[in-house]
């Protein structure tokens, strides 16, 4: 569509053109199934396993700590569920935030019908979380804690405790902690998570959809949730998406290597959009916070009153 601008690029981005060249050699030559002996099971095998080791290399981690899924929702659902009723003899509690991505809010929420406690932590008019209360709201019967590393809707980056063992109550108890990686968030490849689960999608970063990563870290209590086959070190069973596993680990490898000039770039369109907008539209108010350290490079929301009176 001529003169049309997309600009919904939290919901889903381009395939990058690297990133298909990629995977065409997966879908035209090691099309075999990887958990197979023969040939042609060996070639497929040997991409899946080299797309699961730059993508442990690029997040810091061992390979055997990340599991290939089917997208960021899958990642979210076997992370909560896998942890919760794996540490459940440990703990019965969840603590999560309000405003967290539905794959998590309706992940709760099934736990709750199953008996577990859940607790929602509000935020403030910027969307920020209040780490004094993260810290209260863990007790004795926490089993997991899950919060957004940053919200994809309004930007907000989430401010937590700075240490993640602020969150252990003692040491014969395990805290896991998942945060949701959102792309446009820098990381040190010397540096590993500083959590026990972290879950990635493809398509959130030119990548393809239907495939995403979670990333468990090594002791990480979890229950299978996908059952029927041994893939994945038996966590989540399933023919692999050899082609899907490429692409992401490529997506994921061209941003970390891109990340400062895409940066700059959409920085630049963010701040223009975020002046413009409340001057030009009347009862345009901002969403998420003002100050641009704030927010994620890539954010600009808005919504829409009768008013021009901001939220932060």
């Not at 030559?29 to 042609?40: F, K």
């Not at 919200?151 to 040491?171: A, C, D, I, W, Y």
């Not at 446009?184 to 998570?193: E, G, L, Y």
């Not at 870290?217 to 893939?231: C, D, K, Y």
């Amino acid at each position: 569509m001529d003169g049309r601008i997309y600009l919904d690029h939290a919901a889903t981005t381009p395939l990058d053109p690297r990133v298909l060249e990629a995977m065409l050699p997966c879908l035209r030559d090691a099309w075999g199934n990887p958990s197979s002996v023969y040939g042609e099971a060996r070639e497929a095998r040997g991409r899946f396993s080299a797309a699961r080791r730059l993508v442990a290399e690029l997040l810091g981690a061992a390979p055997a700590e990340i599991i290939f899924t089917s997208g960021g929702s899958e990642s979210d659902n076997l992370a909560i569920r896998g942890i919760a009723h794996a540490a459940r003899h440990l703990g019965n509690q969840v603590v999560t935030v309000a405003t967290e991505h539905h794959a998590v809010l309706h992940a709760t929420a099934g736990l709750e019908q199953e008996g577990f406690t859940v607790t929602r932590l509000p935020v403030d008019r910027c969307g920020f979380v209040d780490g004094a209360m993260l810290e209260a709201a863990v007790g004795p019967d926490t089993a997991l804690v899950s919060v957004m590393l940053a919200n994809n809707e309004t930007g907000t980056v989430k401010q937590f405790p700075r240490s993640r063992g602020s969150l252990r109550q003692g040491t014969h108890k395990r805290w896991s902690t998942l945060m949701q990686f959102r792309r446009r968030i820098a990381r040190n490849r010397r540096d590993p998570p500083r959590v026990d689960a972290l879950s990635l999608a493809a398509h959130k970063f030119y990548g393809p959809k239907g495939v995403g990563v979670l990333y468990l870290r090594t002791g990480t209590p979890l229950e299978a949730q996908i059952v029927g086959g041994s893939q994945e070190k038996e966590r989540r069973a399933g023919t692999e998406n050899v082609a899907g596993s490429v692409g992401l680990a490529t997506a994921l490898r061209l941003a970390m290597e891109e990340l400062p000039a895409r940066v700059r770039h959409v920085q630049a369109i963010r701040d223009r959009i975020l002046d413009e907008i409340p001057r030009r539209i009347a009862g345009s108010v901002i969403t998420g916070p003002l100050e641009p350290e704030r927010r994620l490079a890539n954010n600009a929301s808005f919504c829409f009153e009768a008013s021009t009176r901001r939220c932060c």
